[in-house]
């Protein structure tokens, strides 16, 4: 490690003579067109800073002998560690820390009107690419100077090439809309002082292989694993609007998956993820232990139930079951994302979102408004998961009413617009496709004008089964979201009953009940929604008690637990809702048929 700092040092002595190399190549100075960055006197000291501004500010003129100069340059980076611990059966199954250096750079060309951005082949490089993986861990100056140009260098050519391939694509199409690629920011400067929250990993070690023993009880679920990890660190970001922003992070989660079979050779399968910024935003051991029992209870006893069959009629959401469900039919429809350019003779089938130009329409019940705050910490006392300052834009976001009395306001806005006069409120807080950032939701507070005690809710869904002469009523108490099953699992229940492709699937319904007219509830499995889409919210009776749920939104179809590099911290805030018409019907899965010879077996745990 010493002699690679050394040699990084000794090229780093020969590095104007390289630049200037470099520059009488590829390089001619342009007009200046870009903001000068300074330095706040909050950073002082900070060598990570200080090595960002000074490059941002070098680059900001690099224009290439054919090309198109640069008008946006926008610097992000992440240092800090990680640690994750598995455990199966009370075994230990893996453990690893890991130091985390993430840099990333984004180059825009031409003009805010119209950039490299937005096309079907933005982001494709073609070329030598700089192994970002190389940063380097300690803070030295030069050597990040150094790799902070390589990658400057990169991203500006991959912007010059996908700009050159975009404009020759526009020649041969005609576009519907016109309207800019990307829209002005502000010049945000916000140092934060601190470091993050620190997490202690032999308690965790403890309470994980504790956890995982639970799932000694259970034989008949066939695998099971506990896992704690975390991450923290310090997150920047320099633009060339003159934006820089430094601000600790911390993220610790403890995730329980679980799987066994039904009776038909069908995976049973649940997951649950507790969340926290510390250690003190967790439930104690002994709250762990009977949530991880619970869920083993319900695998157990959904294996044991009756099959589902056909229902079209009134479905209480109960408990979480209320925001999961809000989550995915509000608060991943609240962005639209913007169509991009393809290329000629490729047309892009690009489906047309439930909610999309329907603003000022009334979408859900009259008696529901919707609001995201970022700005909120806490709720009854529990501290929310999705408090943010700042989003991946550089852009404060501010308390924002997305519904008001079942009528869509606004919805999330990015600084890339998916319609003519639209500006960013400062909800891009996911990496979107195509160059361009996706919104997503903070703090989603679902709230009812008039509801009704909790205990009152099961009567009124009794009321409406008489009422519509069904034999029964239908109750969830909790979703598969995020999901716990893996790949192959999501992929048969999605094919074999997503039948709308233009509409935001619905995860599946896990703890699903019947209730009688005389109050008797049964247990049933393996019963998915049709069609479920944000309509079925028009007629609806809300319940006095918000729940809060907390998730790590990804992007990904139902989400699934432990996906995605980058994650947006999420909280929906929802009471129980009762709908007076939701249709399930009956998965329709192809299973294995078992094995004719039973399996040795195994000696009995002690």
Known sequence: MIRLRRFSRRRAMFRPLLLTAAAALLFRAAPLAL???????????????????????????????????????????????GFLVGYSLGALINRGESRLRLPQVKARVGSFESDDTNFLLSGIYQGTRFDAQNFPIEPDYPLMRR??????????????????????????????????????????VMVMPGEPANFDKSRWERVGRSLSEIFLRYPTILDSQVQFGYSRGVEYQVNSEGAVVRRPFSIGFLRVIAKGKSDRGAEIWDGAEFLGFKESNFPSDAALHEAVTKLADGIVARQAAPQGESYMGPVLFEGVAAPQLTAQLIGRQLWIPRKPVTVPNRPLNWPRLELEGRIGTRIISENLTVRDDPTATSFQGKPLLGTTLIDLEAVRPEPLTVIKDGRLETMFRTRTPSVPGEVSNGRARLHGLFGAERGAASNLFVEARESVPEKQLRDKLLEMVKAANK???????????????????????????????GKIPVSLPLMV??????????????????????RALRDIVAGDTP????????????????????????????PSLLLEEVELEPIRVETRTEPLVAPPALPAVK
């Open 513 to 534: 009940y019947r209730i009688y007219p005389d109050g008797r509830e049964e247990l049933i499995r393996d019963v998915n929604f049709r069609e479920l889409e944000i």
């Open 35 to 81: 903001a000068q960055v300074a330095l706040p006197p909050a950073a002082k000291g900070d060598e990570n800073l200080r090595a960002m501004v000074h490059e941002i500010n070098r680059s900001r003129d690099l224009r290439m002998m054919v090309g198109t100069p640069l008008y946006y340059l926008n610097y992000n980076f992440a240092r800090g560690d």
């Open 147 to 188: 790799d902070w140009w390589l990658l400057t260098d990169m991203a500006y050519k991959g912007s010059v090439q996908a700009f050159n391939y975009k404009k020759a694509s526009m020649q041969n199409l005609r576009q519907e809309q016109e309207f800019p690629d990307f829209t002005p920011g502000p010049a945000t």
């Open 471 to 501: 034999p029964y009523g239908i109750i969830v108490r909790k979703l598969d979201f995020p999901s716990g099953g893996d790949q192959n699992s999501l992929r048969v229940i999605f094919s074999g009953n997503a039948t709308n492709t």
């Open 547 to 574: 729940y809060v749920f907390d998730f790590l939104e990804n992007g990904a179809t139902f989400a699934p637990i432990g996906v995605g590099t980058y994650v947006a911290e999420t909280s929906v805030i929802c």
